[in-house]
């Protein structure tokens, strides 16, 4: 019998579900992330956030069938990503990742992972410390 995958080992879908749902809570309240997002209603967002992490980590790949390659930097492109919205984002999303109350092993490599993300997405390079 083989080890389930980190997806599998950590809950599965409502697991990425409330790790989302979590984070677009915080992000809705977010003065500088919340104008970011084209649609008024967060919904899709946290829709397209949760399918691809649960691609990632090893679920089904609904988003790759539905949206194509990730592409996370061209997606991102049009937005302004400099550091002070990459650390709003991190503060939401460890916030998010706290919540899950996950084993230290698998928190740590969850939050690592969005982390260095978080890193790859700045796009502004002039404000970076």
Known sequence: MTAPNFYDAIGGEPTFRRLV???YAGVAEDPLLKPMYPEE???PA???????????WGGPNT?????GHPRLRMRHAPFRVDVAARDAWLKHMRDAV???ELPP???DELWNYLERA?????NHMDEMA
């Open 105 to 107: 092993a698998q928190h």
């Open 98 to 100: 706290d919540s899950l």
């Open 41 to 43: 209603d967060l919904g």
């Open 46 to 56: 946290a829709d397209r956030l949760t399918l691809f992490l649960m691609q990632y």
């Open 118 to 122: 978080a890193y790859f997405m700045v």
């Open 21 to 23: 749902d979590r984070f």
């Open 63 to 67: 988003y790759s069938a539905s949206r």
